[in-house]
């Protein structure tokens, strides 16, 4: 799989400054002790086939750092936990952004029209600015089972489509002659740079403009008519208060059985560290450059939100069902299958710095 870069989620501008501008903070990363029984560890032994950093789902790479390695060696490692001075400086950084929080005023502006924001970030980058997810299916393997000859009629959603970098590696992939995919996103914009593309194809792929925390399904698709729901880093452009719909959408679309594949930003990433003053929207959330918003997720946060665990007072996002007599029961609305932090140590080996990524990333089942 390609490593992950700062731009692999849409690169906004304080996430492109990520390569080239760093704080002087100096951290010493945390070493994983060499593998039992190995005398030569896999990632030394400069063999070709190691050069995918990936093997199994969810294990997220297995370029470890060792005692012994120079960690300007290679432009990533894998599992590399910050040590107590990154947290520690994490921490003052947070409160530093809590005392000088985004305005009143501008706080409105942005939360009011986010759409506005999303179609000028896709007005000023065109498609060549995205990159391809190639790494779909290492990560979610359903993307790669639903693209073969024999799988029969699949509907995917993608939420957030963006550009297309997520349907059209697919559909690159697909041998499926009943595949569908919808691919929605908020922003008019980027809905018509996906149709503009060579590789939009409308007999496999749909592409609409939806809002994802709106009241209606997207368009031609119904209750219970999809079968993966497609979620990369497009939960965190929402507000809080949107989550609880958008969870609640997914679930009306899905198919019982039916599976989320989820990845977006942890908490404690750079990108949420190197935040200045006026960003702060709330904890966790904050504006970027481009006034586009962003949320970095708690594991255990996201894992309430999804399983309907969380509080009424607290972003409840259980299912609210009409019962027999006309009340309204809650039930939890899915599965976390799989949930895990994709921890990463990226290295400009010219510059000789060092920079702590963190994604995190999920699969949901409906019940």
């Not at 609640?248 to 019982?256: C, D, E, I, T």
């Not at 006309?326 to 060092?354: H, S, Y």
């Amino acid at each position: 799989m390609d490593t992950p870069t700062v731009q692999d989620p849409p690169a906004h501008a304080i996430e492109q400054e990520l390569l080239d501008k760093t704080s002087s903070l100096t951290v010493e990363e945390q070493v994983s002790p060499p593998a039992s029984g190995s005398e030569t560890p896999a990632h030394r032994s400069h063999d070709p086939q190691y050069n995918q950093k990936r093997t199994d789902p969810f294990q997220f790479g297995s370029r470890y750092l060792q005692q012994e390695d120079d960690v300007f060696e290679f432009n990533a490692w894998d599992h590399v936990e910050t040590d107590d001075a990154y947290k520690e400086y994490a921490e003052e950084q947070y409160q530093k952004q809590r005392e000088s929080p985004v305005s009143d005023f501008d706080k409105h502006r942005f939360n009011s029209d986010p759409a506005k924001w999303w179609n000028l970030f896709y007005k000023n980058n065109t498609a060549n600015f995205f990159k391809n997810r190639k790494w779909l299916q290492q990560e979610f393997p359903i993307l790669g089972k639903v693209v073969q000859e024999d799988a029969g009629p699949v509907t995917i959603l993608e939420v957030g489509a963006g550009a297309g970098n997520t349907a059209f590696p697919i559909l690159a992939h697909n041998k499926n002659p009943k595949l569908k995919i919808h691919a929605c996103d908020f922003s008019k914009k980027a809905v018509e740079v996906m149709r503009s593309s060579e590789a939009y194809n409308t007999d496999y792929m749909q592409a609409d403009v939806w809002d994802a925390a709106g009241q209606d399904l997207p368009p031609g698709l119904e209750d219970g008519s999809v079968d993966v729901v497609i979620m990369v880093f497009i939960f965190s452009a929402l507000s809080p208060l949107q989550w609880r719909q958008a969870v609640h959408n997914a679930y009306r679309v899905l198919k019982p059985g039916g599976e989320v594949c989820f990845r977006d930003y942890a908490r404690g990433d750079l990108a949420q560290v190197r935040f200045k003053k006026g960003r702060y929207l709330e904890e966790n959330f904050y504006i970027r450059g481009d006034g586009t918003r962003v949320y970095f997720f708690d594991q255990d946060e996201l894992a309430a939100i999804w399983s309907g665990e969380t509080s009424a007072d607290s972003k409840d996002t259980s299912v609210e069902t009409p019962s027999a007599d006309g009340e309204t029961t809650q039930v939890a609305r899915f599965e976390v299958e799989d949930l895990g932090i994709d921890r990463r140590l990226l290295v400009n080996r010219a510059k000789k710095l060092k920079m702590y990524r963190c994604w995190i990333q999920g699969r949901f089942r409906k019940k």
